[in-house]
């Protein structure tokens, strides 16, 4: 199979290891609005249903989500409205998790620790790629992706083992991301600065 040519789109998503593996499957022939689409509206069904009080349903919406949009992960994203796709998979992340851990009782703080751990991850994301530095592909593995994190939340809120999920999984990528980000940029050639001594020296 011929590799999907990389784009900033696709690189938005911020696929995991078992979105990309279903990629794989329909070698970039799903176009990926679609079905994340359905993928959302399905996701808020069950969230709507889960935050109701109807006992396990929601921690069925990462399965969902990843089933419908994990196979358009290698499409090239070159529709005119695949734009949509990354914030829509945004969208649907933090609703899962904001969602699953204000309905199971999970002290405020800890949401938002990990969802500030998110934000940050893909406030970095979007400012590389505006500055042509593509993240290295295994931190898109190490981070998990959107489908690997809602995945593992689901799996902690069926062991009933939530809060202790969210304080792992916060620790866990804030030092991920917070030091890959630090280290990626101090090592990074400082243009402006050397322009100016070249200039200086001249």
């Given at each position: ?14 696929d995991g290891p078992l979105s990309r593996a279903m990629g794989l499957l329909v070698a970039g022939q ?13 996701t808020g069904v069950l969230l709507l249903i889960g935050v109701a009080g109807a006992d396990g349903l929601a921690v069925f919406a990462p399965t969902v989500t990843l089933l419908l949009a ?133």
């Amino acid at each position: 199979m011929t590799p999907v040519p990389a784009s900033t789109v696709v690189a938005y998503r911020d696929d995991g290891p078992l979105s990309r593996a279903m990629g794989l499957l329909v070698a970039g022939q799903l176009p990926p609005l679609p079905p994340v689409l359905a993928g959302m509206f399905v996701t808020g069904v069950l969230l709507l249903i889960g935050v109701a009080g109807a006992d396990g349903l929601a921690v069925f919406a990462p399965t969902v989500t990843l089933l419908l949009a994990g196979p358009g992960s290698s499409h090239a994203h070159d529709g005119r409205l695949d734009w949509l796709v990354p914030p829509i998979l945004r969208l649907i992340e933090y609703a899962f998790l904001a969602a699953c851990g204000f309905a199971n009782g999970v002290h405020p703080v800890l949401i938002s620790l990990l969802l500030g751990a998110l934000a940050f991850r893909h406030y970095d994301l979007v400012y590389r790629l505006r500055q042509r530095v593509y993240p290295p592909q295994w931190l898109a593995t190490a981070g998990l992706g959107w489908d690997g994190r809602m995945m593992i939340v689901s799996l902690f809120a069926l062991a009933g083992w939530l809060t202790g999920g969210y304080v792992l999984l916060a620790l866990y990528l804030w030092a991920l991301f917070g030091w890959e980000s630090l280290t990626c940029w101090l090592a990074a050639p400082r243009i402006g600065t050397e322009t100016a001594e070249a200039g200086t020296q001249d």
